[in-house]
């Protein structure tokens, strides 16, 4: 019974008002980004459907893994889609995405369905290249809107989403064995229009939103990653039962039903987040109670960084006259000012030689496993073992440095060299053939790649700050097709043909066109990834460079510059609240 005149006011928030809450949080935002995250790996499938492309247009080694240049090309390479991100809003470029997406993918289709005359090879290598740009457009438009979103937990968010990126390969190959069953073709149909499509869905729930950091915020990336751990784990039961028998076309589609429920069970999350932060809300009406800020002896605003804010906001992003006087660690440099910095080279050809290396493995896993006389199914549980390590190298990689960085001051440099001399075992199982040592490199070596980035992506906003981070970002990404072109074409994919091409004259006979060239044995690969691991070893030295460099700048506070942003805001509005409730006691 209500008694009349006496308001009430409700404990729980109205459906629609909740509703509207969730739909435009900063949470949901974050679980838009993890679906637009896990359907734009496709470039990591590409061992699945490579074998395709060479057996349906008669492709020799050489050219497939030009194809695959081009398409690490593509998704590194996104200064464009960086450069519209820096004056439009992220829905533009994600926009954009969506169409190279299909556009790219549906060629390719229609190009090994013979739907379409035979193409050229430029023609291929175009395609995919259009096809995987969309991968940059994601990460561009989603991902590093989420970080700028979340600044002071950059690593865990790197790690969390880089994660989801590397489980769409598994995701989407469960997906297509439910749809289309066992159509090898149908599964470059589905890449084309699967991540289209939830692009798309999400294009106004992806943008900046200016919110100050929550007491418990990295609490909540944890409960994110605790899902995509259980989905990692179902996922790799999964694959292994699917070795061992086989699954009909229902048990296939229940398993895709299983994922679909685990990938949007992080909408619990989100609502559980957002009836918090409005319960808050209400608590803290008056805004002199700042009580959901967490600020640990925040430090003053010098004057000092106010003038180097001030100097660096006044210089143009492309300003030749600054580069050679860029601002302090940690300082939001120009696009130039980066580019050039002795940091960022370093880091750069590090991350070329780590990248180069573990990729080329991943790129020719199925003819690496061929070569070596493994049974086909093995192969493709090469290709979901690296995969499920890709992306527990990223989740760890990313979560694990966040908490060693804030508990102990432990360098994301020191980490990165570590993984890159790890990597050098993966590439050695396979230069000796060691008896099953594939199975052990593809989980080193997708565990090594995976744990690259979010450490990459993490040092590149650390040291030249957020403000150009897009362009950076995407700068750092050309690292792995300029290191793909070098170790996997050049290396690989030359001195596999050349040694095809002595088994065939050891045979007497000589290649006939358009057939397709393989070569078997431990020569194939042998000195392709002694190379590989002789170059992966001089990037971990240089790597150390950087290591040295930035020993004292991880040192210090490397957040300090946010906290004191947040401390000025909230500094100016308690003023406002004082001031607006001192106007409404004298009746103004």
């Not at 159509?183 to 798309?200: E, Q, Y």
Request: hydrophobic share 45%; glycine share 8%; net charge positive.
């Amino acid at each position: 019974m209500v008694l009349a005149g006496n308001h009430v006011r409700p404990r729980w928030p109205s459906t629609l008002a909740l509703t509207l809450q969730v739909l435009t949080g900063r949470w949901f935002m974050v679980f838009a980004t993890t679906l637009i995250m896990l359907t734009s790996g496709a470039t990591y499938m590409f061992g699945l459907y490579s074998t395709e492309i060479k057996s349906n247009l008669g492709y020799d080694q050489t050219t497939l893994n030009i194809l695959s240049f081009f398409k690490d090309l593509g998704s590194n390479v996104g200064l464009l889609s960086s450069l519209i991100n820096e004056v439009t809003s992220p829905w533009v470029v994600l926009s954009i995405g969506a169409a190279l997406n299909f556009f790219g993918y549906f060629m390719i289709w229609l190009a090994i369905s013979k739907k379409i005359s035979r193409p050229h090879v430029w023609h291929m290598c175009l395609y995919i290249f259009i096809g995987a740009n969309s991968q940059s457009s994601a990460n561009t438009g989603a991902l590093i809107t989420a970080v700028k979103n979340f600044p002071e937990s950059r690593g865990a968010v790197l790690g969390l989403l880089k994660g989801f990126v590397a489980l769409s390969g598994a995701i989407i190959a469960q997906i297509y064995h439910a749809i289309y069953g066992n159509d090898s073709k149908s599964l470059i149909l589905l890449i084309g229009w699967l991540p289209t499509a939830v692009s798309l869905v999400f294009l106004r729930t992806i943008r900046t939103i200016e919110a100050v950091r929550v007491a418990h915020e990295l609490k909540v990336f944890y409960r994110f990653l605790y899902v995509s751990l259980g989905l990692a784990g179902f996922l790799m039961a999964t694959i292994i039962l699917q070795k061992r028998v086989t699954f009909t076309r229902s048990e296939l589609g229940a398993s895709a039903a299983t994922i679909l429920f685990l990938l949007f069970l992080p909408v619990a999350i989100v609502v559980k987040e957002e009836i918090h932060l409005r319960r808050r809300k209400r608590d803290d009406h008056n805004l002199g109670n700042f009580s959901q800020l967490k600020f640990e002896n925040p430090p003053p605003i010098s004057a000092s960084t106010t003038n180097d804010q001030a100097r660096n906001q006044e210089i143009s992003c492309w300003s030749v006259e600054s580069i050679f006087g860029p601002p302090g660690r940690g300082e939001n440099y120009t696009i130039l000012q980066a580019l050039f910095s002795i940091d960022m080279l370093v880091l750069f050809f590090a991350t070329t030689c780590g990248v180069g290396g573990t990729l080329t493995a991943i790129d020719n896993l199925g003819q690496i496993g061929t070569s070596l006389g493994y049974p086909t199914n093995s192969i493709s549980t090469f290709v979901s073992l690296v995969s499920i390590w890709n992306y527990l190298g990223r989740v760890v990689s990313g979560f694990l440095s966040e908490h060693f960085l804030d508990k102990y001051k432990f360098p994301r440099p020191v980490m990165l060299t570590l993984i890159l001399v790890m990597s050098c075992i993966g590439h050695l199982l396979i230069a000796l053939d060691v008896p099953n040592g594939l199975y052990v490199a593809s989980v080193i070596i997708g565990f090594c790649f995976g744990a690259q980035w979010p450490l990459l992506f993490a040092i590149i906003s650390e040291l030249f700050g957020l403000k150009y981070y897009s362009t950076l970002y995407n700068f750092g990404s050309a690292a792995s097709p300029i290191g793909s072109y070098l170790l996997n074409v050049r290396v690989a994919g030359y001195l596999y043909d050349k040694e095809a091409e002595e088994q065939l004259r050891a045979l007497g006979r000589a290649r006939k066109p358009g057939e397709d060239l393989n070569c078997v044995g431990v020569e194939c690969f042998k000195m392709a990834f002694v190379i590989i691991t002789f170059v992966t070893l001089f990037g971990a030295f240089v790597s150390l460079v950087l290591v040295v460099r930035t020993r004292e700048f991880y040192k210090s506070d490397i957040y300090k510059k946010f906290r004191q942003e947040k401390v000025a805001e909230v500094d100016v509005a308690a003023t406002a609240a004082a001031e607006g409730g001192n106007d409404s006691v004298h009746g103004k």
